[in-house]
């Protein structure tokens, strides 16, 4: 499938054009490699590793932050397949690195659930592609390279896939994405879209960077990190649990647990783990919170 309009192009990948644009995405640093860098991954060059050590030496909590959002991703999912969801449609999802989402909703319901990945970014449809291909999981789990502001594009192209019935409850993840649209109302637009399309009993997860609390140092090196990302990747910017819980309208949130600092999300109906130690749980740099279409 290759579908393209005037608002740009909504592409299933090939091998042949996955291998294209890996090859050709090694000149700069990567988001997506950086994200898989600070997780601990290896699908990351030398380029990525400079410039994410350079943040890391002005952000320190970078590395622990990137590894309470993938472990909020893993009970989000853990918890809306105890609600009986079993397709998921994950926005933003970066390149396939630690505990991916089809990964992860095998181990909690063997067989029974599909995937679609979605991302802007050509380079980590490829790599999701290739993963995919290579493990023969294609006919469940399904990469698309779309902009998510672009939503009926993208939404035309999700049902092309097959692999999502609109009559069953979705699980829409929004995990880590929003921060890098830094206009509200085109952000609000493309949530409120993804909103409409899915059937009632559905899900959405959202975690989102924040800068609510912080210490006016921190405050100031945070600032220099997101400059950075947007001279060198993406515009990046921080938002208040207030104007993060706007982005489900009229959805029910789960409370609890509301909508908190990351490493304190969490459910009786999920195990429980010492998710916080001794760590000021703001130092995750991030908030979530889950909600259900009534």
Request: contains cysteine; negative net charge.
């Amino acid at each position: 499938m290759d579908r393209t309009s005037a608002n740009g192009p909504v592409v299933a990948m090939s091998r042949e054009l996955a291998q294209h644009l890996l090859e050709a995405s090694t000149q700069e640093p990567h988001e997506g490699r950086l994200y898989d860098y600070y997780l601990g991954g290896v699908a990351n060059y030398k380029m990525d590793r400079v410039f994410a050590d350079r943040q890391i030496s002005l952000l320190p909590d970078l590395v622990w932050a990137a590894k309470q959002n993938r472990a909020f991703l893993a009970r989000a999912l853990q918890f809306m397949i105890t609600r009986g969801v079993r397709q998921f449609v994950d926005i933003g999802s970066g390149l396939p690195t630690q505990g991916n989402v089809h990964q992860l909703a095998e181990r909690y319901a063997p067989g029974e659930c599909t995937v679609i990945y979605i991302d802007h970014d050509p380079v980590a449809s490829a790599h999701s592609y290739l993963l995919l291909e290579q493990a023969g999981e294609l006919d469940r789990n399904f990469p698309i390279n779309g902009d998510f502001l672009h939503y009926e594009q993208l939404w035309d192209a999700i049902a092309d896939t097959g692999l999502v019935d609109p009559a069953k409850p979705v699980g829409l993840l929004l995990v880590a994405l929003l921060h890098f649209v830094v206009k509200d109302e085109p952000a609000h637009e493309a949530v409120r879209f993804f909103r409409d399309q899915v059937a009632s009993g559905s899900w959405m997860a959202i975690s989102h960077a924040s800068t609510e609390g912080m210490s006016e140092d921190t405050m100031q090196r945070f600032g220099t990190v997101m400059k950075n990302y947007d001279e060198a990747t993406s515009s990046l910017r921080g938002r208040t649990r207030a104007e993060v819980r706007k982005f489900f309208g009229d959805w029910v949130e789960l409370d609890p647990p509301g909508t908190v600092w990351l490493p304190e999300w969490t459910h009786p109906d999920l195990p429980q783990e010492a998710m916080v130690g001794d760590m000021d749980p703001s130092r995750a740099l991030n908030v979530a919170a889950l909600a259900r279409k009534p």
